[in-house]
């Protein structure tokens, strides 16, 4: 069998890794899972974001009305290759995946401080640890690198220090972020490393309880479910954020520079292609954009595939034989069993990854 990598990839933080890993001056408030009355809360800036369903940030292999009952634990009852870079190879291994990208999973939960000193640690603490894990197993696992986007000077000296470590890409919020698109020139000192370094930029869908990262708010007021959510968040966060790198010219001032989708599939880059070129041609006298918007989407941005996606094929013809990648997003939630469930052509696939994250 030829080599899959699998380009969204997750480990489940130890609970202990910021008590570990944080400077001393910001130890007393780290992130951290506290039990209280039998039941496990995430505590992150000295908040609650999380009670009795924090094993749900696992998951992928449990019952799922067991997973939100609270009977479950983060903590003891996920698996080892979780959070063990040994255990989570010999699962590779079993599924003939060759690397995996590795993303967060508790690092990517709002950091709910303005103390930005703060949330600059956690960031240094998850990059340290993210690191050694990596290099626990050589060659398997590329580590994408977490930076705070509230600032952006520390933000662009922590992504230098996780290129010089090896990092192969970094982590962007598909969100405004203090009032601004991802597309602002305000993010380009971050952009320009990145194009330096010839890293890409990753939207992952994120898990935000408030704030301009919810799409349909209203409706989940209504308490919509989880296929509902599941199903239309990804794509919520992500059509606004690759649009706002389109439309605000971010790959005009960085014409080398990778964008890359993460967790919401591939089917709905060609429909985003289409949409904004018609609106493109028909108000094309109100807007500076140089080039359509789909080419740019064919020069500068990637999307991963998820599991079972039967779209892969026409998004591979549509926006571009190099352009699709494929991720598990294992051990989440929502992953589906991956060895049941890889595509077809995934050869084109993990020759798209190895190109764009630089994995030989």
Known sequence: MSSIIDCDAHILEPATLWQ??????????AIRIEESEGRERLIIGEKVVLEGVVAGLGGAEADKAELFSGRLSYRFDNPPDSYDPRARAARMDQWGISSSVIFPTISILPFPTED????????????????????????RFAPIALVNWRDVDEAARELRQCIKAGFRGLFVPPETVDGHR????????????????????????????????????AWHATSP???????????GQLIPAM??????????????????SVEAGCGYA???????????????????????????????CYFVAEQGERTIDMA???????????GSDYPHVDALKVDDHLPKRWPQLAENATRVFGIS
């Open 20 to 29: 570990d890993y944080l400077e001393a001056d910001y130890r007393d408030r």
């Open 116 to 139: 930005q000193d703060l949330a600059n640690a956690y960031c240094r603490a998850y990059n340290n640890w993210a690191r050694e894990f990596c290099e626990t197993v050589p060659g």
């Open 182 to 217: 991802p597309g602002s020139t305000r993010f380009d000192p971050i952009w320009r490393l990145c194009e330096e370094a010839e890293i890409p930029g990753c939207f992952h869908v994120i898990v935000r309880f408030e704030g301009a990262a919810i799409p349909f708010a």
């Open 225 to 235: 479910g989880p296929v509902f959510g599941f199903g239309l968040g990804a794509t």
């Open 243 to 260: 649009t706002s790198v389109i439309v605000d010219q971010l790959f005009e001032r960085f014409p080398k520079l990778k964008i890359v």
């Open 270 to 300: 060609p429909y985003l292609m289409d949409r904004l070129d018609a609106k493109f041609d028909a108000l094309r006298q109100l807007v500076a954009l140089p080039r359509r918007p789909s080419e740019y989407i064919r020069s500068n």
């Open 316 to 326: 591979l013809n549509l926006v571009g034989e190099d352009r699709i990648m494929w």
